[in-house]
């Protein structure tokens, strides 16, 4: 099995910056996909930023490229999401996930495709 914790949600204004993190625990060997997901109150959960656990390319939901910066630290477990110039749009729970597998195709935007999921960290980005 495998935890997963996320941090460093919080309150910002449009334009702000925050970190979020997520650690993974237990067989984190198993660990070959990562991602980030959020839910908006009334909206279905969805894909946000992808990466592989030992790198290569990355995948961003169109509305955060170019201002969202997916990351991982090897060495600590840990999976980072930069957000930068943030909108009102992006208040949501943010959720990591994982997956034993490497998800390929639609699968990687898709929640589906993961079998991890941490308990999420609330953003609120005030206008």
């Known amino acids: 099995q495998v935890q997963l914790v996320e941090s460093g949600g919080g309150l910002v204004q449009a334009g702000g910056s925050l970190r979020l993190s997520c650690a993974a625990s237990?067989?984190?060997?198993?660990?070959?996909?990562m991602g980030w997901f959020r839910q908006a109150p009334g909206k279905e959960r969805e894909f946000v930023a992808h990466?592989?656990?030992?790198?290569?390319?990355?995948y961003y939901a169109d509305s955060v490229k170019g201002r969202f910066t997916i990351s991982r630290d090897n060495a600590k477990n840990t999976m980072y999401l930069q957000m930068n110039s943030l909108k009102p749009e992006d208040t949501a729970v943010y959720y990591c996930?994982?997956?034993?597998?490497?998800?390929?195709?639609?699968?990687?935007?898709?929640?589906?495709?993961?079998?991890?999921w941490g308990q999420g960290t609330q953003v609120t980005v005030s206008s």
């Open positions: 990466m592989y656990w030992s790198g290569g390319s990355t």
């Open positions: 996930a994982a997956a034993r597998g490497k998800v390929v195709g639609s699968l990687r935007f898709d929640r589906r495709g993961y079998d991890y």
């Open positions: 237990g067989r984190t060997s198993s660990i070959y996909t």
